[in-house]
Every structure is written in structure tokens, then in C-alpha cells.
């Protein structure tokens, strides 16, 4: 009964709550689909010539860290911060007009510059592919690449233009009103574990 | 934000939204491509009742960096000489469906004005009225000491504020909205300011703002100081004498090369001396200054136009937040830009 609102020993485990949510990715399941993910970019570019890892604010960018770091791992002649930047993308968006006001973040590029280079697009969670066609016209006031490649932690679906991912961590079947959520430990805070969570839309 | 009018009513949320945003934006000049497509399609008018060289360029180079579409109206060689008034020539404005509006004009008020009557639909940019403010300089001039403070400091500028720097604000402080923005923006974001000038210029109820006021530059000087801002006298505003001599005054309030030196004897290494320009040389500050390492003169013109770029982007991007600026009357907010 509900008449008295006293706690009862309710498992925190009852899915019934209002906005419920589960874990799709642990942190070791990210930690994984990255390492394929850096094979891939490997087997991909034939060997780590010229290749540059640019990650889309916020969440991209720690990711493609990590990659890079992954990178070193298999091949040490790599240097994982001297091929790892950070792209915004902000200016380039169409929904500038319809959006509250997005605040700019910076854009990092490693000294060696993007022209003649394999730059791939790391970010969190593909979905539209509007944030990807705003990289690309970013890229283009860049410089000049050899190749850009995309690779995401999550495609999840929903493409409104005609954009696909390279790499994939993991393919996410969601309705467009469930929202995906990436927490990953060097933007949410130190003590976050990393995850994947889908949540339901409201 | 949806106008930026004066200083005094700008939020410390806002303030260090336009200085950080302003700060990605100076990253722009340094491109291949010194262009952003955030404003493509939006039409920015420079509207100028009054003579400006660096504020106008400045705004233009800004809203050309943004992709905007700019129209620049000056009052002289146009209808104005003719005897239209703000409101006609602002509906003109308006009917060329103008997004922005930047305007300086010689009366204290007149942006206020066109903001709040619901005359036009655009947003509006101070960029100088009369003696009353001039909101994007003090930004600016913000953003010159916020680079500084923050390398003398170790922190990151992105995010950090002025607290606890010593500002002084030297000169023609009667006829300087320069001096009027900067003390309430200084004030908002943490710093200690205080005015010097000599008591025929400073206005009436200077005591009431948030600020220290001297009349002797020296005795600041030795108290310890972390920029030193010149003002410009403004002559043509000056229809008074309010100084014996142009030679007096710089020997009293003018930052010369003794005083240049005397910084060095002070062991004031890091003490910046700033100029919002245009500058004469030789009354309010001496040449030996103005081009001297201390110098920020032509930084605050290259941050100039980032921090006009940030708060270009700032109103014209997003649906704008209601702010605390004077209620806008019952009128369409820009929801549907439909033209009929």
C-alpha cells in the first residue's frame, strides 16, 4: 500500500522507474570496441603513414585519446599527442538559428597541420550525420586531407544525410525519442565509470 | 542576451560567455581560411551618427568574418544631413530586414532607444553613445587584461575573471563612456578600479560608482598597479576649459616617459599600459609609451574584433534568453522571419 510514504527495502533493480534507462556499453565493452576500432583504422590506412585522429567536442575528443593511445600500443613509432586534435564544429552547423546558443569550443590541430593527411573523424554517437557534415565543412577551411575516415562509439541510427561511419563501435537500434548517453571519465568527472546508457525519451 | 547596450546590466555569466567565446573566436584570424559560417545570410548594419575608424572596421571585419552580409551607414552623405529622424531611418533599416543593428550615434541613449521602442525587430549593438557607454571596447579592453592576468597568474584565461587586479583609468573621465562601461564591466568581473583624472574632469556622482578616485597619478602609480588605461582628452567634446594647458596636463595626468620609467623603478614589471585610441600622442600618453612593450594598444584593436565576432555570434546564433534589459513592448518576437 501506498498510504505510507516510509522507504521499504525496494532493490534498486525494479525497472519500473518513470525515466528508465540501462547500461548498452560498460567500460570494458568501450574499452574493447576502441582496441577494434584502432586495429581497424590500422588495417584500414595500411599501416599508421600520415594518419590523424581529430575528436568533435565534447565527448570525440577524449576518445580519440584513447585511440591514439591504442595506436602507440600496437605500433611505437607513433606518437599519440602529435596526432590527436580536437575539431569544433559549431560555427559550421545548420541549426545555429533554431538552437539556444551554443558556445564555441576550441579547435586543436596537431603541428603537423591536416593537408596531404588521413584525418579521422572521432566522435561519440552517430545519429543525424549533420554534426559530421559540419566537421567536413570545418575540414574543408582547414586545409586539405588526403582522406577523412568517421569513426563512432555508437551508430545508433536515424540518418538524415547520406553519412556513414567507418568504424563502428556498436551498432544501437533506438527509437528517436530514447536518448543515448556516453559518460566517459575525462569530461564527466574522474569518478564517473564509463558507459553507454540509453534512456527513455520523456 | 538579445541587445548588448551598456556594461552595468551585463551579467557575470554573460560577461565571461562573450570573453570566452571571443577567445575561440581569435583562433579565427590565425586560419587558412579566416572565415566561420555561422551568420551566412544575416545582415548586419553599421549604423554611424558619429566619425569611427578602428569601432567601425572592427565591427565589419568581425561580421565579414562571421559570412554576415554587412551595410554601413554613415550619417554623413546620407538622409540624415537631410533631417530624417532615428525612427525613419531605422524602419528603413528595418524594412531591408536588417538581423543586427550596430550603432554609434552622439546622443546618450539613442541604442537604448531603438532597442526598447519597437521600432525595429533586429537586435541591437551599442557601439558608442554620447558620454553614456560603449559596451564592445570595455569587453575588449576586458579580454586584453584577462589574456594578461591570466599568463601573470598561471590560470587558464577560458573561464577566469580579473579578480583582484589593480586597474587604473587615467584621464578624460567626464567625456569617456570608455571609462563608464570599463568601470562597471572591471567591477562585475572582480577588479579593483580606480579613476585619476583631475576634478574638473569627472562627473558629477563619480563618488556613487564602484570605483576609487584620485587626482594624482603619481601617488596611484607608487600604490602598486596592473594596467594602467589612458584615456583620450576629447577635444571636441570640450566646450570648456577644463585644464590651463594642454602642457600641464601631460605633465600632470599624462603617461610620459617618466612615468614610463618610473614603472620600471617601481619594479611594476608586469604593468600593462593600455589605449582605446585613437591616441594623441604626446598630451595624454607619450610616444616613448605607446610603442613600448608595455603597450597594448594595437592588441586591444586585434582583440577588438573577436570580441566583436563573439557577440555577433552571441545574439544573432540561437533563440535569444530573455534578459533583464527593459522589457521589449507586445511585440513579434523574430519567430517566423516569413516576409509576406
Redesign the interface.
Known amino acids: 500500500m501506498a498510504s505510507t510514504p516510509a522507504p521499504s527495502g525496494q532493490s534498486p533493480s525494479s525497472a519500473a522507474t518513470p525515466n528508465s534507462s540501462r547500461t548498452v556499453l560498460s567500460a570494458a565493452d568501450i574499452d574493447r570496441a576502441l582496441t577494434r576500432i584502432a586495429y581497424e583504422i590500422l588495417e584500414a590506412n595500411k599501416g599508421s603513414a600520415n594518419l590523424l585522429l581529430l575528436g568533435i567536442p565534447r565527448r570525440g575528443f577524449p576518445l580519440a585519446q584513447r585511440l591514439a593511445a591504442k595506436l602507440a600500443a600496437t605500433d611505437p613509432s607513433i606518437d599519440p599527442a602529435a596526432i590527436t586534435g580536437q575539431l569544433d564544429v559549431t560555427m559550421f552547423r545548420d541549426d545555429l538559428a533554431h538552437q539556444p546558443t551554443r558556445a564555441p569550443q576550441r579547435t586543436e590541430l596537431p603541428a603537423t597541420g591536416i593537408d596531404g593527411k588521413v584525418v579521422v573523424l572521432v566522435d561519440d554517437v552517430l545519429y543525424s550525420g549533420r554534426t559530421i557534415r559540419a566537421a567536413l565543412d570545418a575540414l574543408v577551411d582547414l586545409g586539405r586531407p588526403q582522406a577523412v575516415r568517421l569513426a563512432v562509439l555508437v551508430d545508433r541510427g536515424h540518418r538524415e544525410l547520406p553519412i556513414r561511419a567507418d568504424h563502428v563501435g556498436k551498432n544501437l537500434p533506438t527509437s528517436s525519442s530514447e536518448k543515448v548517453r556516453v559518460r566517459l571519465a575525462e569530461i564527466d568527472g574522474p569518478g564517473t565509470a564509463d558507459e553507454v546508457v540509453i534512456e527513455a525519451g520523456a | 542576451m538579445r541587445h548588448l547596450l551598456d556594461t552595468e546590466s551585463l551579467g557575470r555569466d554573460n560577461a565571461i ?1 562573450i570573453l ?2 571571443a577567445q ?2 581569435s ?1 579565427v584570424g590565425e ?3 579566416k ?4 551568420l551566412r545570410g544575416r545582415t548586419v548594419v553599421n549604423l554611424f551618427f558619429e566619425d569611427s575608424t578602428r569601432t567601425r572596421i572592427s565591427f565589419e571585419a568581425a561580421a565579414k568574418r ?1 559570412s554576415a552580409d554587412v551595410i554601413n551607414f554613415s550619417a554623413k552623405g546620407s538622409s540624415v544631413s537631410k533631417g530624417e529622424s532615428l525612427k525613419d531611418t531605422a524602419q528603413t533599416l528595418e524594412a531591408m530586414s536588417a538581423d543586427a543593428v550596430v550603432i554609434r550615434h552622439w546622443a546618450s541613449g539613442a541604442p537604448a532607444r531603438l532597442a526598447t521602442s519597437g521600432w525595429i525587430d533586429a537586435a541591437v549593438i551599442n557601439a558608442g553613445d554620447g558620454t553614456h557607454a560603449h559596451p564592445t571596447q570595455a569587453l575588449l579592453d576586458a579580454f586584453t587584461m584577462r589574456t594578461h592576468w591570466a599568463r601573470l597568474t598561471g590560470t587558464p584565461s577560458v573561464g577566469g575573471d580579473l579578480a583582484g587586479m589593480r586597474v587604473l583609468i587615467v584621464g578624460d573621465v567626464l567625456h569617456s563612456r570608455v571609462a563608464r562601461s570599463n568601470v562597471w564591466l572591471l567591477r562585475t568581473l572582480g577588479a579593483r578600479v580606480t579613476l585619476v583624472a583631475p576634478p574638473t574632469l569627472l562627473p558629477v556622482g563619480v563618488e556613487h560608482w564602484p570605483c576609487e578616485v584620485s587626482y594624482d597619478l603619481d601617488a596611484t602609480l607608487e600604490a602598486g598597479v596592473d594596467a594602467v588605461m589612458m584615456l583620450r582628452v576629447q577635444a571636441e567634446r570640450m566646450k570648456a576649459s577644463f585644464f590651463p594647458s594642454a602642457r600641464e596636463y601631460a605633465r600632470r595626468w599624462g603617461f610620459d616617459d617618466a612615468r614610463l620609467a618610473r614603472l620600471d623603478a617601481l619594479a611594476l614589471k608586469d604593468t600593462i599600459v593600455m589605449h582605446p585610441g585613437p591616441m594623441n600622442r604626446g598630451l595624454e600618453i607619450s610616444s616613448g609609451a605607446a610603442d613600448s612593450p608595455r603597450s597594448t594598444v594595437l592588441d586591444q584593436v586585434r582583440n577588438g574584433v573577436s570580441v566583436r565576432m563573439a557577440a555577433l ?2 545574439l544573432l ?5 530573455a534578459v533583464p534589459t527593459p522589457a521589449l513592448p507586445a511585440f513579434a518576437q523574430p519567430a517566423a522571419k516569413d516576409h509576406p
Do not use: F, H, I, N
Open positions: 560567455a570566452d567565446t575561440e573566436m583562433a586560419r587558412e581560411v572565415k566561420l559560417p555561422a562571421l555570434y552571441l546564433s540561437g533563440d535569444m534568453k
